[in-house]
């Protein structure tokens, strides 16, 4: 064997290499970081095999106060999309995490940076100045960040994790888009078979912990009479507790809904003075045992809500619009 010839099969073994290489490193994946676990959950429907998600809080964790770790800026600093809830829901954690990640394409304003709040309709939007709400202790200063507890909302977010991903992958915008349609429909057709479920109990008055449920209850037609805390974010004193106890008598209200984070204690008291059940709801995806998707999120919670209907004896009215 000549030196030209080993020359010759030596270059032809790199090119054999490199094509092998080559397509390892076109498909490396779109890091995708999220704040909370619902929006990761519809980033992986959305960004199917072209992305690698990771969520910083925990479902059954407290969503307003989620601590601001080191290893939650290492993983911001590699991210090529980051996705917020918005409003004032991450204000104490999200903003001190960006900043220590240092990585401009996901600061506000960078094309990796999504606000899934964008086009939402929200509610209860205060009037006021934000600032002395916030000074009087309201963590929803600038209207109801729970959002993502309406099915159908999950599709604007959806639709602005989509729009996010395009401008950073614009290759895969057709494969983006084949996932965001298939989304949409899978939404539209649990959200049909969600009503019928829970249709028979429209009007039933339910009390709840945080005010975390407007978005479900408007979807879903039953009515949350009060809460447990006399504002967002605000523990009950005891007089406060005596007035809901006198409440929920007066209205014969019997189910309590809790997020699984809250401390019981209040709402127990509540609970065995009033005879009411106290039902413990997943407020994100992970928030409780099975809760693994953004499906489950609803079809656990809608279940576990009619189990307590029916424990509490509310009786099913007949289907009308
Ligand atoms: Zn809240």
New binding site residues.
């Given amino acids: 064997m000549t030196r030209k010839n080993l020359f010759e099969i030596l270059l032809v073994q790199m090119f054999v290499i490199f094509v092998a290489i080559a397509p390892t490193q076109a498909a490396k994946k779109i890091r995708v970081v999220t704040s909370l676990p619902d929006l990761a959950d519809i980033a992986k429907q959305i960004g199917g095999d072209k992305v690698d998600v990771f969520a910083i809080a925990k479902g059954y964790q407290d ?2 106060f989620v601590d601001a770790k080191p290893s939650y800026m290492i993983k911001l600093k590699k991210a090529d999309l980051f996705v917020q809830v918005g409003l004032d ?1 991450e204000i104490g954690w999200v903003p001190p995490l960006l900043e220590g990640a240092r990585n401009k394409k996901i600061l506000w304003g960078g094309d990796g940076f999504v606000d899934a709040s964008k086009n939402m309709d929200l509610l209860q939007v205060p009037r006021g100045d934000p600032s002395k709400l916030r000074a009087k202790g309201d ?2 200063i600038f209207g ?3 959002y993502w507890l309406d099915p159908l909302n999950g599709k604007i977010i959806a639709q602005n994790i989509f729009e996010g991903l395009i401008k950073i992958a614009p290759e895969n915008e057709i494969y983006f888009k084949q996932n965001l349609e298939a989304f949409i429909r899978k939404i539209n057709d649990a959200h049909q078979h969600w009503q019928a479920l829970m249709a028979p109990y429209r009007g039933t008055e339910i009390y709840a912990y ?3 449920w407007p978005y479900f209850e408007q979807r879903f037609g039953f009515k949350i009479a009060g809460f447990i805390e006399p504002k ?2 605000i523990s009950p004193s005891p007089k406060y507790i005596a007035k809901v106890i006198n409440e929920m008598k007066n209205k014969n209200i019997k189910i309590i809904i809790i997020e699984p984070y809250y401390p019981p204690k209040s709402a127990e008291l509540v609970a065995k003075n009033t005879g009411a059940v106290l039902v413990e709801l997943a407020p994100e995806v992970g928030g409780q045992p099975g809760v693994d998707d953004y499906f489950k999120l609803f079809d656990t919670n809608i279940n576990k809500l009619i189990e307590a209907f029916k424990e509490v004896g509310v009786e099913p009215k007949p289907f009308s619009n």
């Fill in positions: 969503p307003h829901l963590i929803h109801n960040p729970h945080h005010n975390s967002p974010g």
